[in-house]
Protein backbone atom coordinates (compact mmCIF):
# COMPACT_ATOMS: atom_id res chain seq x y z
CA UNK A 1 0.00 0.00 0.00
CA UNK A 2 1.65 3.75 -1.16
CA UNK A 3 0.45 5.82 1.52
CA UNK A 4 2.31 8.60 0.08
CA UNK A 5 0.61 8.00 -3.04
CA UNK A 6 -3.07 8.09 -1.43
CA UNK A 7 -2.76 11.36 0.29
CA UNK A 8 -1.23 13.15 -2.33
CA UNK A 9 -3.75 11.53 -4.93
CA UNK A 10 -6.99 12.30 -2.44
CA UNK A 11 -5.62 14.54 0.24
CA UNK A 12 -6.31 12.35 2.69
CA UNK A 13 -3.62 11.47 5.49
CA UNK A 14 -4.57 8.16 7.53
CA UNK A 15 -3.99 7.57 11.19
CA UNK A 16 -0.72 4.95 11.97
CA UNK A 17 -2.25 2.52 13.53
CA UNK A 18 -4.74 2.07 10.61
CA UNK A 19 -2.26 2.07 8.26
CA UNK A 20 -0.08 -0.47 10.55
CA UNK A 21 -3.31 -2.62 10.68
CA UNK A 22 -4.06 -2.76 6.42
CA UNK A 23 -0.35 -3.35 6.18
CA UNK A 24 -0.42 -6.80 8.06
CA UNK A 25 -3.83 -7.57 7.84
CA UNK A 26 -5.32 -5.98 5.04
CA UNK A 27 -9.49 -5.44 4.65
CA UNK A 28 -11.59 -8.21 6.29
CA UNK A 29 -14.21 -9.39 8.83
CA UNK A 30 -13.85 -9.48 12.69
CA UNK A 31 -16.16 -12.90 13.80
CA UNK A 32 -18.32 -12.49 10.34
CA UNK A 33 -19.30 -9.01 12.34
CA UNK A 34 -16.92 -6.18 12.17
CA UNK A 35 -15.75 -5.58 8.55
CA UNK A 36 -12.87 -3.23 7.67
CA UNK A 37 -12.70 -0.93 4.98
CA UNK A 38 -9.36 -0.28 3.14
CA UNK A 39 -8.34 2.09 0.35
CA UNK A 40 -8.66 0.05 -3.54
CA UNK A 41 -6.79 -3.15 -3.45
CA UNK A 42 -6.76 -5.18 -6.52
CA UNK A 43 -9.36 -7.72 -5.85
CA UNK A 44 -10.53 -7.43 -2.24
CA UNK A 45 -13.92 -6.72 -2.04
CA UNK A 46 -12.99 -4.09 1.23
CA UNK A 47 -11.18 -1.88 -0.87
CA UNK A 48 -14.03 0.55 -1.05
CA UNK A 49 -12.56 2.95 1.97
CA UNK A 50 -12.01 6.25 -0.45
CA UNK A 51 -15.18 5.65 -2.05
CA UNK A 52 -17.67 6.93 1.03
CA UNK A 53 -15.91 9.94 1.71
CA UNK A 54 -17.61 12.69 3.33
CA UNK A 55 -21.41 10.54 3.54
CA UNK A 56 -24.57 12.07 3.53
CA UNK A 57 -26.65 11.73 6.87
CA UNK A 58 -29.58 12.77 7.24
CA UNK A 59 -30.56 16.14 9.33
CA UNK A 60 -31.75 14.52 12.19
CA UNK A 61 -28.65 12.11 12.14
CA UNK A 62 -26.57 15.11 11.61
CA UNK A 63 -28.21 16.99 14.50
CA UNK A 64 -27.84 13.99 16.82
CA UNK A 65 -24.08 13.53 16.36
CA UNK A 66 -23.94 17.57 16.60
CA UNK A 67 -25.45 17.54 20.02
CA UNK A 68 -23.27 14.79 21.14
CA UNK A 69 -20.08 16.70 20.11
CA UNK A 70 -21.12 20.04 21.53
CA UNK A 71 -20.93 21.37 18.35
CA UNK A 72 -22.53 23.53 15.66
CA UNK A 73 -20.49 22.06 12.51
CA UNK A 74 -19.48 18.54 12.28
CA UNK A 75 -15.78 17.64 11.33
CA UNK A 76 -15.46 15.27 8.02
CA UNK A 77 -16.89 11.95 8.21
CA UNK A 78 -15.10 8.84 6.90
CA UNK A 79 -16.60 4.97 7.74
CA UNK A 80 -13.74 3.09 7.38
CA UNK A 81 -15.84 -0.53 9.31
CA UNK A 82 -19.17 -1.49 9.15
CA UNK A 83 -21.30 -4.29 10.79
CA UNK A 84 -23.39 -7.26 9.56
CA UNK A 85 -26.16 -5.33 11.63
CA UNK A 86 -25.63 -2.07 9.34
CA UNK A 87 -24.08 -0.32 12.37
CA UNK A 88 -20.89 2.34 10.85
CA UNK A 89 -18.13 3.49 12.69
CA UNK A 90 -16.64 6.73 11.33
CA UNK A 91 -14.01 8.78 12.15
CA UNK A 92 -14.04 12.37 13.17
CA UNK A 93 -11.61 14.06 10.74
CA UNK A 94 -10.56 16.52 13.40
CA UNK A 95 -7.52 17.79 13.89
CA UNK A 96 -4.07 15.47 12.62
CA UNK A 97 -5.10 11.65 11.84
CA UNK A 98 -3.72 10.30 14.84
CA UNK A 99 -6.28 12.48 16.88
CA UNK A 100 -9.15 11.00 15.30
CA UNK A 101 -11.75 9.75 17.51
CA UNK A 102 -14.62 7.32 16.36
CA UNK A 103 -18.38 8.09 16.34
CA UNK A 104 -20.46 4.82 15.89
CA UNK A 105 -23.67 4.52 14.20
CA UNK A 106 -26.05 2.38 15.22
CA UNK A 107 -29.06 1.13 13.10
CA UNK A 108 -31.20 -0.03 16.20
CA UNK A 109 -31.27 1.23 19.30
CA UNK A 110 -33.98 1.51 21.81
CA UNK A 111 -36.79 4.17 21.85
CA UNK A 112 -35.38 7.54 22.95
CA UNK A 113 -31.35 6.43 22.95
CA UNK A 114 -29.18 8.06 20.59
CA UNK A 115 -28.22 6.07 17.61
CA UNK A 116 -24.59 7.62 17.94
CA UNK A 117 -22.19 6.88 20.27
CA UNK A 118 -18.87 8.92 20.69
CA UNK A 119 -15.35 6.60 21.45
CA UNK A 120 -12.40 8.51 22.43
CA UNK A 121 -9.65 6.69 20.81
CA UNK A 122 -8.28 5.60 17.29
CA UNK A 123 -9.39 2.08 15.08
CA UNK A 124 -6.99 0.08 17.02
CA UNK A 125 -8.42 0.75 20.46
CA UNK A 126 -11.82 0.82 19.25
CA UNK A 127 -11.41 -2.69 17.82
CA UNK A 128 -9.90 -3.90 20.54
CA UNK A 129 -12.62 -2.24 23.47
CA UNK A 130 -15.50 -3.92 20.85
CA UNK A 131 -14.15 -6.75 20.91
CA UNK A 132 -13.01 -7.13 24.34
CA UNK A 133 -16.60 -6.50 25.21
CA UNK A 134 -15.18 -3.02 27.08
CA UNK A 135 -17.26 -1.02 24.63
CA UNK A 136 -20.97 -1.98 23.70
CA UNK A 137 -21.52 0.35 20.89
CA UNK A 138 -23.41 -1.94 18.09
CA UNK A 139 -26.80 -3.35 17.75
CA UNK A 140 -25.56 -6.32 18.51
CA UNK A 141 -22.85 -7.14 21.50
CA UNK A 142 -19.77 -9.64 20.21
CA UNK A 143 -18.98 -12.56 21.52
CA UNK A 144 -16.54 -11.61 24.51
CA UNK A 145 -16.00 -15.48 25.93
CA UNK A 146 -13.82 -16.57 23.14
CA UNK A 147 -11.55 -15.91 21.01
CA UNK A 148 -11.68 -13.77 17.82
CA UNK A 149 -11.13 -14.31 14.47
CA UNK A 150 -9.82 -12.03 11.70
CA UNK A 151 -10.33 -13.03 7.85
CA UNK A 152 -8.66 -11.56 5.58
CA UNK A 153 -9.57 -10.79 2.01
CA UNK A 154 -6.08 -12.02 1.45
CA UNK A 155 -7.27 -15.63 2.95
CA UNK A 156 -10.23 -15.96 1.16
Given at each position: ???K???????L?????????V???????F??Y????T?????????D?????N?????????????????D?LP??L?F??T????????????A?????????????????????IFDG?????????????A?V?S?????????E???????
Open positions: MDWDIERTTGAFPVDYREFVSYGGGEDELSVSPPVPGSPYGLLDRVPTLSDRDREDLSALLASAPLPADASSDVAFWLRLGPDSWRVAVFRRQTPHGLSRWTGMASFCLAALSGEDFERLSTGEAHFVSWRGA
